[in-house]
């Protein structure tokens, strides 16, 4: 889903329902940093593992 | 070792050569005189830093002990705690939070072994930046050519320990930030390992990836205040409850039975001439003939960059919600694109980044030290939005991070290495660690700078040159 066209529509829809306003002129960088974001979790996601698979993060109870 | 360095005036002070009221004086003159050039301090404590100094004196004067960094003038990136200041973590917004009631652990702990602090220093906006840019406060410059980025975010804490006004700062560290300043401001700089060092009394960016560290002229001095801040904090839930290991005792130990390789592949693409001749030197100089291949580079960069920008971005939603004008407007449209990435995206690169780790952590088990560039390219030039990257025009405020994020995505130890190249800008390299040996990448750097290879060039020979000239001969 990454044409222009997609990506402003999830601009428009996932700003409105976290409640981000967003003026126009922004629209053309939050589009180009999250083109680059989506090109980098498709680098992560290619990448084969195991359901099993624990994520990273620390955390102590 | 230079008469103003920290192990310097720590002795002198101690022995009742120097009185430390004397060396916050002069460092309070020098910040007044260069300061102006470089813009490294948004505050400066200096009644608070002359209280603390007459306490030392008078403790040196009545034969009570004083500790390791006694009298050492120090100040640290302004996302972390002064008490009596507001954290401004380089943002507008944060101004209107009320002084900070306390001083961060790590402020404490320098001060507890004497050190001094003498003020905030600059830093790009919430830590979100490479290139110590700050839309309110200025850019911080760089101290060997002021038209130059100082690097970020910690691009204060370069500027100030590059420029000589003290002679440590701390930074914090995310994806680079600390070592990203040190390459472009030619210092010593220290990440430790993910946990090594409390982050309580800081302000962070993304959590599960945010450390603290020092950077100095010299790698005594990085050893000596690393020492000093390292301890279990039942205030940061990341903090290791592991016993402190003091790496000054083993500095000068040597390189004698280490295994050094130079990591390939991802980490050579890319690099300017003047990364691969820095790395090359420092490889040289440590007979380090072996390459070896961090596996997944790329993909481990691409992982915490989604982390990042996510994680990032989940912090400062109730701003960005509220007052998204008042944000930078660089890391305002960064953080808004966070805010949109999908959840299955960052649990995935969680789940990366465990795999990651098990891959680095077994060529470990082969060598001890891997050498990486710090930085692709020498500091750009302030307000530079692109640079030119594997012969493509790429973003530079993203780009610039492309060898340190692999390397603090598994949190390993890196003590970033300032290599002076022949009448240029500096650039440093990173010595990487295994989790936990800080120690052994201090010892490295260490004969790096006792062969000459490794040092903080003079800031007098840069642009800053002139205002030098005008303190040397005015000051008393």
Redesign the interface.
């Known amino acids: 889903m990454n044409d222009m066209t997609d990506f402003d529509v999830y601009i428009d829809a996932g700003t409105s329902l976290l409640g981000i306003p967003v003026r126009p002129e922004w629209r053309a960088a939050i589009r180009q940093h999250l083109g680059v974001s989506f090109d980098l979790a498709r680098l992560v996601l290619d990448f084969p593992l195991p359901d099993e698979a624990d994520q990273a993060p620390v955390f102590r109870a | 070792m230079s008469n103003d360095s920290a192990a310097c005036i720590a002795a002198d002070v101690a022995a009742g050569r120097r009185r430390a009221t004397d060396v916050v004086t002069q460092t309070l003159e020098r910040i007044a005189a260069r300061n102006p050039a470089l813009n490294a301090f948004t505050a400066v404590t200096a009644q608070r830093a002359l209280a603390t100094a007459a306490a030392i004196d008078a403790a040196v004067a009545a034969g009570r002990p004083v500790g390791a960094l006694a009298g050492v003038p120090f100040a640290v990136k302004n996302l972390i705690d002064v008490a009596g200041l507001p954290t401004l973590a380089g943002s507008r917004i944060n101004r209107d939070r009320p002084p900070a009631a306390a001083d961060a652990t790590l402020v404490t702990r320098l001060e507890a072994a004497g050190a001094v602090l003498l003020g905030a220093l600059n830093m790009g906006e919430y830590a979100y930046d490479f290139t110590g840019e700050n839309a309110h406060d200025g850019p911080s410059r760089n101290p060997h050519d002021t038209t130059r980025m100082s690097g970020g975010s910690s691009g204060g804490s370069g500027a100030a320990v590059g420029g000589a006004l003290v002679p440590i700062a701390l930074g914090s560290d995310t994806n680079g930030s600390i070592r990203v300043p040190a390459s472009f401001c030619g210092v010593f700089g220290l990440k430790p390992t993910?946990?090594r060092l409390s982050r309580a009394g800081s302000f962070p960016f993304v959590s599960?990836l945010d450390h603290l560290g020092p950077l100095a002229r010299c790698t005594a001095d990085l050893a000596l205040a690393y020492d000093a801040m390292q301890g279990a904090d039942p205030r940061d839930?990341?903090c290791t409850d592991r016993a402190a290991d003091p790496a000054t005792p083993t500095l000068h130990d040597g390189i004698a039975g280490l295994r050094v390789a130079v990591a390939g592949g991802y980490f050579r693409a890319g690099a300017s001439a003047q990364a691969l001749s820095a790395l090359d030197s420092v490889a040289a100089a440590l007979d380090a003939t072996r390459e070896i291949a961090l596996p997944?580079a790329?993909?481990a960069?691409?992982?915490a960059?989604?982390i990042t920008?996510s994680e990032g971005a989940a912090l400062h939603?109730p701003r960005?919600?509220t007052r998204?004008e008042e944000f930078d407007?660089?890391v305002?449209?960064?953080l808004?694109?966070?805010?949109?990435?999908?959840a299955a995206?960052v649990?995935?690169?969680?789940?990366?980044?465990?795999?990651y780790?098990d891959a680095v952590l077994r060529l470990f088990e082969m060598v001890d030290v891997i050498l990486a560039p710090a930085t692709p390219c020498v500091a750009p030039l302030i307000g530079q939005k692109t640079f030119v990257l594997d012969g493509r025009e790429v973003?530079l405020r993203?780009n610039i991070g492309i060898y340190t994020q692999p390397v603090s995505f598994?949190g390993l130890p890196v003590v970033a290495v300032p290599v002076a190249l022949p009448g240029g800008l500096p650039i440093a390299v990173q010595v990487i660690a295994a989790p936990w040996r800080e120690a052994v990448a201090l010892r490295v750097a260490q004969a790096l700078e006792a062969c000459g290879i490794a040092c903080a060039p003079d800031p007098a020979a840069g642009q800053v040159r002139q205002s030098f000239g005008r303190h040397h001969s005015t000051s008393p």
Do not use: C, H, N, T
């Open positions: 993910y946990g599960s839930p990341v997944e790329a993909r960069r691409a992982a960059y989604v920008a939603l960005l919600r998204p407007p660089d305002r449209d960064r808004i694109a966070g805010a949109l990435i999908p995206f649990a995935q690169a969680q789940k990366f980044r465990r795999w780790r973003p993203a598994i």
